[in-house]
């Protein structure tokens, strides 16, 4: 048996009360009626909200953004890292979001460093 849902529940309650023409079986329908527009309502909520988590990762992201900005040179991920106070995996995993999303570039150094800067039509 599988696990069924609030909603197939609901509808299977539906189907069963329909063949029942009483005043309590139509209020009954209405009572899932509304559940069941709650429940959507509140799984759509649910896709659309940013989490607080979510918010401070943005938050996060733009105050790297800032300082490569501020800086006006290409910077390691370390010193991206030890400038902000924070480990260089997450100071890393922000500046690949940046970089995907075309915010920073990313410039060849010395001996195999990588280093980001802000994109040149962005800076002037």
Do not use: H, N, Y
Request: proline share 1%.
């Amino acid at each position: 048996m599988t696990k069924m849902t609030k909603k197939t529940a609901f509808a299977l309650a539906m189907d069963a009360l329909d063949t029942i023409d009483t005043d309590e079986a139509r209020a009954a329908i209405d009572v899932i009626d509304k559940e069941i527009a709650r429940l959507e309502k509140a799984a759509l909520r649910a896709k659309t909200t940013e989490t607080k988590a979510d918010k401070a990762k943005a938050e996060f992201r733009q105050t790297v953004l800032e300082l490569v900005a501020d800086k006006g040179e290409a910077l390691r991920a370390g010193e991206i890292a030890k400038e902000l106070g924070v480990s260089v995996q997450k100071a890393s995993a922000a500046l690949k979001i940046l970089v995907d999303t075309g915010a920073l570039t990313k410039v060849d150094g010395e001996k195999r460093t990588v280093l980001f800067t802000v994109p040149t039509a962005i800076a002037e």
